[in-house]
């Protein structure tokens, strides 16, 4: 009797399906790469003291101390060039390495064949990385402005004896502060798009690492040579090439969006003048390239070896 009883077709097929990977079970399992990452809680350790190392030269210094007295919005705006200077480049290093390792341990590792194998897809997992470094990203600057809050405010109360110089500040020093965040965050952007395209394009951790750490190094000692090119052969088309270059923009970009106050760089700028435009242009375009190289090789490529 039992054996004459058919089953629903619908049925049958609800009963006999299996869950297949899903994105956010991609995404949470890349978030838990990275929170396991003893390097990473490492190197978090090591910003944390760098920054303070940082800040106690900065406080430590009673030039700053008698230019919050005497004009509280050019100290103000002197911390923020100081803060940028000090996220772009510690976060920058940051990210580059755990965004190139993050999928440079794929291959060298073989995991990448496990997790296509259960089908897992490929641009799905790119992708998923994508969004688990960009809300690293993205907690890392939030931890920073923690930081860089408290410290202020720690110290102008201790050096004025109230919060008054910074609560009396101009709407003007609030916009240059979102200015600055804005700046942050292409930073981070960047960063991540160009460790995860060179773990990408090389297939292995240490190609990845290598080129994404020795990128804007060889982009700023580049305007360098460029300029001592030009000045030998006095062609201004040498000049005119680091107008293309991504580090030197980068550089240039926070000069550009505030034009109320001088903005110092700590690193190369493109030795012709640029302005917001053409820099934000110039920064797109290689995102654009990261991003469509990433995507191309990670779908186009076999996963042989």
């Not at 860089?148 to 004025?160: D, F, I, P, T």
């Not at 994404?212 to 005119?240: K, Y």
Request: overall charge neutral; some cysteine.
């Amino acid at each position: 009797m039992s054996a004459g009883v058919e089953v629903p077709v619908g049925l049958r097929t609800r009963s006999t399906r299996l869950p297949g990977p899903s994105f956010p079970g991609a995404f949470r399992g890349e978030l838990l790469k990275l929170r396991r990452q003893r390097s990473t809680v490492g190197l978090l350790l090591a910003a944390v003291l760098l920054f303070a190392v940082v800040m106690a030269v900065v406080f430590g210094d009673d030039t700053m101390r008698q230019t919050l007295h005497r004009d509280p919005r050019a100290f103000f705006d002197e911390l923020l060039s100081i803060l940028l200077i000090l996220f772009d480049t510690g976060s920058g290093i940051f990210l580059l390495l755990v965004s190139a390792r993050l999928v440079g341990m794929e291959y060298d590792a073989g995991t990448i064949r496990v997790l296509l194998a259960r089908g897992t897809g490929r641009v799905q997992l790119l992708l998923a990385k994508w969004l688990a470094l960009a809300l690293f990203g993205l907690l890392l600057l939030a931890g920073f402005l923690v930081l860089a809050a408290v410290s202020l405010l720690v110290v102008v109360e201790a050096w004025e004896g109230s919060l008054s110089p910074i609560a009396s500040l101009p709407a003007v020093a609030w916009y240059d502060l979102g200015l600055n965040l804005s700046v942050a965050l292409i930073s981070i952007g960047v960063c991540i798009l160009l460790g995860t395209a060179a773990s990408v394009v090389g297939r292995s951790l240490a190609f990845g690492i290598g080129a994404a750490m020795a990128f804007f190094p060889a982009d700023n000692f580049g305007a360098i040579v460029m300029g001592l090119l030009a000045r030998l052969t006095h062609q201004t088309f040498w000049l005119r090439v680091t107008e293309y270059l991504l580090g030197p923009n980068l550089n240039q970009l926070p000069v550009e969006l505030q034009t109320d106050h001088r903005v110092p760089t700590a690193f190369a700028t493109p030795l012709r003048p640029v302005d917001t435009a053409h820099s934000l242009l110039v920064i797109g375009a290689y995102a654009a390239v990261f991003v469509v190289t990433s995507l191309l090789l990670t779908w186009r490529r076999d996963v042989l070896e």
